[in-house]
């Protein structure tokens, strides 16, 4: 198994558990694309071709929740898209392991990329949150001694998100996990990584449990 980077863009697409011997499709895209000349040339444009459907694909797949954008913005976000997507496959040919056929595990890197730049255009003109908006969606219970129990663990982690994290950590985790902000968007934001800012939640969320262990509480009992 091949350990892949945490928080990377492109770790979902690049993620193979065993070697499997590839089938002649595949082998033949690895030769091509690894060639000089014009077999290479001519192999980088059917990948681009193949890399462009998808993306137009997600963009096409996402167009109703961005009623603001024009066609031609989404053509240019599936371009870009598409062009990223190609530098990253030909980068990781070497990750390619055959758990699929080469064009299914490629194509992935043309969705994952039109999916962030979607979500970072939704974004463009919003605020990130970086304090919370509502503690009290957390607090509701179907019973009265559920709501009586629930009040008492948000409360106990208002207090230790305060106290016990990092300022960094506070924005991060009340961002990520109280506002719903995409991570992607937070760490263009932020001017950091994916990486690091799920490095940054997992500290967060440790401090927080040893905090409310000390007092008896559960965080995972916020579901």
Do not use: C
């Amino acid at each position: 198994m091949r350990a892949v980077a945490a928080g990377s863009v492109e770790a979902v697409a690049v993620i193979d558990l065993v070697d499997e011997p590839l089938d002649l499709e595949s082998r033949a895209w690895l030769a091509d694309l690894r060639a000089t000349g014009a077999a290479h040339d001519a192999a980088v444009a059917r990948l681009h071709a193949l890399l462009l459907r998808a993306a137009r694909f997600e963009t096409a797949r996402r167009r109703p929740t961005l009623p603001h954008l024009r066609g031609d913005e989404l053509d240019d976000i599936a371009l870009e898209a598409a062009d990223d997507a190609l530098v990253s496959v030909l980068r990781r040919l070497d990750d390619f392991r055959g758990a699929s056929r080469f064009t299914t595990w490629a194509y992935k890197f043309a969705l994952l990329e039109a999916a962030v730049k979607l979500r970072k255009r939704a974004w463009q003109a919003r605020e990130v949150p970086l304090e919370p908006e509502s503690w009290q969606l957390f607090a509701g219970g179907t019973a009265p001694d559920e709501a009586a129990a629930r009040s008492e663990l948000v409360s106990a982690v208002r207090i230790a998100v305060a106290t016990e994290l990092t300022p960094h950590q506070h924005r991060v985790l009340v961002a990520l996990a109280l506002n719903g902000v995409p991570i992607d968007v937070l760490a263009d934001r932020l001017g950091t990584t994916r990486g690091a800012l799920y490095k940054t939640l997992h500290d967060a969320r440790r401090r927080l449990r040893a905090a409310l262990a000390e007092s008896g509480l559960d965080l995972e009992e916020m579901g």
